[in-house]
């Protein structure tokens, strides 16, 4: 483990210097459907060609019309959907050809956080459960460690421990998000693929829960592949931007370039038809993450 110092943006830089921690390459998905007829399936080819890298202690925002193929990209990251054809290599090892069973060390290593928490949480148990369980399954026996590591986990978060005896019903969105940000980091991932982690919420909600992932990506240094309709968002949270259109990836770029100096035709439009392409430097992004910081300091201090 290196130690936790701040993830500025020049060790940003500096980590690029690394082997990337995901490589995709010419991945192509299809899906299945029924056809006019029972024994005439149709098969349809989501996403193709689709190629990129994602570092270590980065965050790549991936963004693209509705359907354009940005779930099914994360989909097949996350061993949700089968590669047709081409590559995923995570940390050098190919995972499209992976048994059935995705391996317990994948699913450590390679965690997902999506638009509607509630549906991943279990209604019947209190979170502090959900979060043990998943423990429990990566092989920490040890009760005393489970909770331990669980309640350090809601600490992150922003949660109590007394959060941790309620239901999932009994918290809101952006509190249910914030579950679900504690499972998918307990295990202490590499990746986290957040796919329309914020969309459900409400803005300050949103603004909230996206400061409070950089922020905990500075303390643990894991990468993010961040997907969302929000160009703003993306803009804000993302080291680098891929724009998907119709199945391809057509554009690729630092944030900051892809915003000021777009290439592609598509990606033009994309930015043009956002109501959110005010730029935000470096400077005022670690900024707000720190007034972010402070604010959740003194709420923590007061609770
Ligand atoms: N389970 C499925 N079966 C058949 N086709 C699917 C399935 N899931 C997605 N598709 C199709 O694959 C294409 C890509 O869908 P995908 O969900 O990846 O898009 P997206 O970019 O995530 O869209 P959105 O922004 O609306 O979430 C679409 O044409 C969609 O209709
Ligand atoms: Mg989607």
Redesign the pocket.
């Given at each position: 483990m290196t130690t936790t110092t701040p993830n500025t943006s020049h060790e940003t830089e500096a980590s690029r210097a690394d082997e990337p921690l995901l490589v995709v390459e010419d991945l192509a998905?299809e899906?299945?459907?029924a056809g006019a007829v029972p024994w005439r399936r149709k098969v349809?080819r989501?996403?193709d060609g689709v190629s990129f890298e994602i570092f270590p202690g980065e965050t790549l925002g991936l963004v693209?019309?509705?359907?354009?193929?940005?779930?099914?990209?994360?989909?097949a990251i996350l061993r949700l959907n089968d590669a047709a054809a081409g590559s995923i290599r995570f940390q050098g090892t190919e995972v499209t050809t992976l048994g059935r069973r995705t391996p317990l060390s994948y699913r450590r290593d390679v965690q997902a956080i999506f638009q509607d928490p509630n549906s991943s949480l279990n209604p019947r148990h209190v979170v502090g459960r959900c979060v043990d369980d998943t423990l429990r399954t990566h092989g920490v026996t040890d009760p005393g460690e489970r909770r331990a590591r669980a309640e350090q986990a809601f600490d992150q978060v922003g949660l109590s421990t007394d959060h941790m005896h309620r239901f999932p019903a009994e918290l809101s969105g952006g509190q249910q998000q914030r579950v679900a940000i504690a499972r998918a980091l307990v295990l202490e991932p590499k990746l986290v693929v957040c796919?329309?982690a914020v969309s459900a919420l409400d803005l300050s909600t949103q603004g909230q829960i996206i400061n409070l992932l950089a922020d905990l990506q500075a303390i643990t240094g894991v990468s993010y592949l961040f997907?969302a309709?929000d160009l703003g968002i993306v803009r804000h949270i993302s080291d680098r931007i891929a724009v998907?259109q119709r199945?391809h990836l057509v554009e690729i770029g630092e944030a900051e370039e892809l915003f000021t100096n777009p290439q592609h035709a598509y990606t033009r439009k994309l930015l043009g038809a956002s109501p959110a392409s005010k730029p935000e430097g470096r400077d005022e992004r670690r900024a707000r993450r720190e007034a972010f910081r402070q604010m959740h300091e003194a709420e923590t201090q007061l609770a």
């Open positions: 998905v899906y299945e459907s349809s989501a996403i693209g019309e509705s359907g354009s193929g940005k779930s099914t990209t994360g989909r796919d329309e997907i309709h998907m199945g």
